[in-house]
């Protein structure tokens, strides 16, 4: 079936360094890609997302390219900040309909001053 | 700007006890969705529900949970007898119906927890 495999974290950065998160999945077909985010106390809220291959979703100086090749969404941010600390988790909604998300287990971010 | 809520926060019940947790989506969306996080494991699937019918299940929703939208505001999912694993975040998420296969969003979460 379909599924989700995220990088283990925690993660800890200082402010301004670059940030990778890596995500990879199996599907078959085209399933859109997406990335969601939670920060402390709130839902989990749409980061950015991409519905083809080599598509590029970006928000908030975040990007994430589509990858069909290596089947991978991963993460970036090239100066991160204090409040990007936050829990961050990949999913996929697969081709055909099914209006589901498939989550990955979600990687904490801590940044510090 | 709109917001998905969800309601108690935490809840504390006994094995074996029903549970009915409620959410309130956001007002025009016609989607709604219930999903589960056990403490340190993905983020699971459970139901899908549109024109007052669920049109996905999961293999987690058997016959002890149930959904309802009692009114036009309303969206429960009910637990009929609790048990220990049952014990997750239990998050409610809606779609507007012209952007459906795009965005849900998510309300911030019920934590129960089964004692």
């Given at each position: 079936g379909n599924s989700v495999t995220q990088?283990?974290?925690?993660?800890?950065?200082?402010?301004?360094?670059?940030l990778t998160i890596n995500c990879t999945y199996t599907a078959t077909g085209y399933?859109?890609?997406?990335?969601?985010?939670?920060?402390?106390?709130?839902?989990?809220?749409?980061?950015l997302k991409a519905t083809k291959a080599d598509d590029k979703g970006s928000n908030k100086g975040f990007e994430a390219t589509y990858r069909k090749e290596t089947t991978s969404f991963h993460l970036e941010k090239?100066?991160?900040q204090v409040s990007d600390s936050a829990v961050y988790f990949c999913a996929l909604r697969s081709q055909g309909g099914s209006e589901k998300l498939v989550?990955?287990?979600?990687?904490?971010l801590t940044v510090n001053p | 700007e709109p917001e998905v809520t969800q309601t108690p926060s935490h809840q504390v019940t006994q094995m074996g006890q029903e549970v009915i947790l409620r959410c309130v989506p956001i007002s025009n969306h016609l989607y709604?969705?219930?999903?589960?996080?056990?403490?340190?494991q993905k983020v699971e699937f459970l139901v899908s529900f549109y024109n007052n019918e669920i049109s996905e299940k999961s293999?987690?929703?058997?016959?002890?949970?149930?959904?309802e939208r009692p009114d036009g505001s309303n969206f429960t999912l009910k637990i009929r007898s609790t048990k220990l694993e049952d014990s997750a975040m239990y998050f409610c998420a809606s779609s507007d119906p012209a952007d459906r296969i795009d965005t849900q969003y998510f309300g911030p979460g019920t934590r129960l927890t089964v004692l």
């Open positions: 990088m283990e974290g925690p993660v800890t950065l200082s402010e301004e360094a670059f399933p859109s890609l997406f990335w969601y985010v939670q920060y402390p106390g709130e839902g989990l809220q749409l980061l090239g100066s991160v989550f990955g287990k979600g990687t904490k | 709604f969705y219930w999903y589960r996080q056990i403490l340190g293999e987690i929703f058997d016959d002890q949970f149930s959904v």
